[in-house]
């Protein structure tokens, strides 16, 4: 069996990933617990607490043929005051210390995250060649990844390294996440609790939400391919673009309740994001990859998989 280790892999998509692709290959989740929780992983996955910025604690792993990375300091918050400079060490070191130690272990392929958020406030539909200029940190150390992962594949052409901007993902085990979480989480727990979510604006703002199956399958199929993908980005989304509003009314419905949302004035001021959907032609083409959970199904799941003990009290007026 092959194996993949995944840093972040106690993680939200981390153990998704995981937890979906575990028949077929060895999978192995490392993850310090910053905001992972080791229960998101089914029991029969190997984990190892440790940190993806040191090389003593990947050599854990052992051989391993692909490395999804996933770990790293993951939403523009966290690199607010006292997260500023831990941010970004946490996030350009893991990244930089898993590349070298996946090619001296002789890994074929690393995949990683980056974000859409580095589209910011572009033309739609966000396309993979457009031109992006981050607008706060947390895109900032993404955008980094593929510059580094693009000098480092052509000094190292034998492994790929191949990036993901990942759209609004949402799915189950987004608890350990907290305030950081996705806006159909948060949602999704204040409906649970009979609590109005708050919403920024006339609540017409749009996301491209994609549920955590069809990001790991985006992943998986990168794995599986034959065709040399270099240092290539792919967006991973759906192509539709939804909006929050709607969102709340699908919720209700999965929930059986009417629950009225509270809009209130939006507080980001600045680059605040009014509409998203990815052009998802270069994945579909080059590695066959096809949305497949509808929106309502997605939701109907969580709201069915919703485990009311660990959801943390949240605010659900912030990081919007
Ligand atoms: N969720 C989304 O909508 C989304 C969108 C775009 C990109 N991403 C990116 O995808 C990746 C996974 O995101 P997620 O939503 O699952 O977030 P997450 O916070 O649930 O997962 C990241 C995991 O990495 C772990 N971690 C952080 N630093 C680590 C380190 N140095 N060593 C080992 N483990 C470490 C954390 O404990 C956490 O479990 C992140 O890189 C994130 O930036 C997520």
């Not at 109005?196 to 199956?213: E, K, L, S, W």
Request: aromatic share 10%; proline share 4%.
């Amino acid at each position: 069996m092959e194996r993949i280790l995944v840093t972040g892999g106690a993680g939200f998509i981390g153990s998704n990933f995981c937890n979906l692709n575990k028949e077929e290959y060895e999978v192995i989740a490392l993850d310090n617990l910053f905001l992972g929780d080791e229960r998101n992983l089914l029991p029969d996955i190997r984990f190892i607490k440790g940190d993806a910025c040191t090389k003593e604690d990947l050599d854990k792993a052992g051989p391993v043929d692909y490395v999804v990375h996933l770990a790293g300091t993951s939403s523009a918050p966290m690199f607010m005051d006292d997260g500023f400079v831990e941010g970004y060490v946490n996030s350009i070191q893991s990244f930089a210390t898993v590349l070298d130690w996946a090619r001296r272990n002789g890994a074929k392929k690393v995949l990683y995250a980056s974000t859409s958020s580095l589209y910011g406030n572009n033309p739609l539909p966000l396309v993979e060649d457009q031109q992006v200029t981050p607008i706060n940190h947390y895109a900032v150390t993404k955008r980094t990844y593929e510059y580094c992962a693009r000098c480092y594949n052509k000094v190292y052409p034998q492994m790929d390294i191949v990036g993901f901007r990942f759209m609004s993902v949402y799915g189950p085990n987004e608890e350990a996440k907290g305030i950081y979480a996705n806006l159909i989480s948060q949602f999704c727990w204040d409906i649970a609790r009979d609590k109005a979510p708050v919403i920024y604006g006339d609540g017409t703002q749009t996301r491209d939400f994609t549920n955590v199956r069809d990001v790991a399958q985006g992943l998986i199929l990168a794995i599986k391919t034959d065709k040399k993908l270099g240092a290539d980005v792919f967006n991973i989304g759906t192509g539709r673009a939804t909006s929050v509003n709607e969102i709340v009314d699908a919720l209700n419905k999965a929930f059986g309740k009417n629950i009225k949302p509270k809009h209130i004035e939006n507080p980001v001021k600045e680059d605040y994001v009014l509409g998203q959907y990815a052009d998802i032609s270069k994945i579909k083409e080059v590695l066959d990859y096809e949305p497949t959970v509808r929106l309502e199904t997605g939701i109907k799941e969580q709201v069915e998989s919703l485990k009311i003990e660990k959801i943390r009290e949240t605010s659900s007026d912030q990081y919007r």
